[in-house]
């Protein structure tokens, strides 16, 4: 269990328990590859990160390259991978280029002895992320894709309160992630959008759906969907609908979690991003027959105090706690695998018209004996 009682008789939220000895471990040296709208936010991170060194930067761009960079002084700077890659002292490197580069620029990076972050999704395909985490295990490089929302605390503290038997039996749950914009030109809003809600929704419940139907629309760019309302059953009946736009009035990120004993609310822009209803449905055993009734139950509402941490800070402490330690990752290369997974079902279900699909099962995808269910717990 990762939370522990407060006075209200929920759960709170116990930070990140990472595994590095102040002093005692060198911290890792780690290079920036992408300098467009993520990757400053992780050289950011990890010059801040007492784990990390941010060693180099890397870009194309030279203009970003001295943009950026005149804030890290220290950080070497490359527009050349290959120069890069060669440098050996640098031991990881952070990619936050295209969906359709990670592969690519991975495999290179693996294959010269560094260990590797990669921005979600992991690759563009199952078969991409499969050789990369094969190569990973080859190598005996580290390989975590990027689910910064694994390292949430609202998030984390929700885990806690479905694992501990809080909510009950979880029937169904709800999201909203929406936004006017940010429009990607190479990818469909469920391949940009969706893996946020599908990594937590697969560490929520420790399953990966069964079946995925979903319907979309692309309106602003042709052939590019930017809204998708996505269906998800799961193997213990829970089933989810997850509804991603990058074309709405304003920005929504929200969740309902409906559970046999109680229900949850997770609003990540709101103040008090979880609370807890203490709310339900009882149905009684008919006192005569086709008689039926039902007790609606309306209790307090708890809003739960999680910390103020900002996610991305505790996953590059978890990066290069893997990489100093050897310990598997909570965004581990097998989950985001199933990430994969889940937005190639989607697909799947798109060009059939929106037809009820099955995920391909884990044991076609296990080459090598990729085991996709053994995830690491907090």
Known sequence: MIGNGNGNGGLVYDPLRLHL?????????????GLGYWGPNLARNLQ???????????????ERLARHGRRYPA???YQCLDSLLADTEIEAVAIATPVKTHHPIASAALNAGKHVFIEKPLAASSEEAIDLIELAREKERVLMPGHTFLYSPPVRTIRSLIHSGEIG???FISTSRVNL????????????LGPHDFSILRYWLDETPDYVSALSRGFILPGTPDVAFINLEFPSSTIAHVELSWLAPS???????????KMIVYDDTSSEPVRVFDSGVVPKDPSTFGEYQLTYRTGDIVSLRVDAVEPLGLEMQDF???????????????????????????????SQQ??????????????????????NDV
């Open 21 to 33: 000895e102040p002093g005692g471990v060198e911290p890792v040296r780690v290079a920036v590859i």
């Open 48 to 62: 801040e990160s007492a784990a990390a060194e941010l060693a180099a930067l890397c870009d194309l761009s030279g």
């Open 75 to 77: 950080a070497k700077h």
């Open 169 to 171: 039996d979880v029937y």
């Open 181 to 192: 914009g940010l429009h990607q030109p190479d990818v469909s809003v469920a391949w940009d």
């Open 251 to 261: 920005k929504l990120r929200r969740t309902a979690i409906v559970g046999s004993r």
């Open 320 to 350: 290069c706690n893997a990489v100093r330690c050897g310990e598997t990752p909570v965004s581990s290369a097998e989950l985001g695998l199933e990430v994969v997974r889940m937005i190639e079902a989607v697909d799947s279900s798109l």
């Open 354 to 375: 929106g037809a009820r699909v099955p995920l391909a099962s884990s044991d076609k995808l296990a080459v090598g004996g990729l085991d996709t269910e053994g995830q």
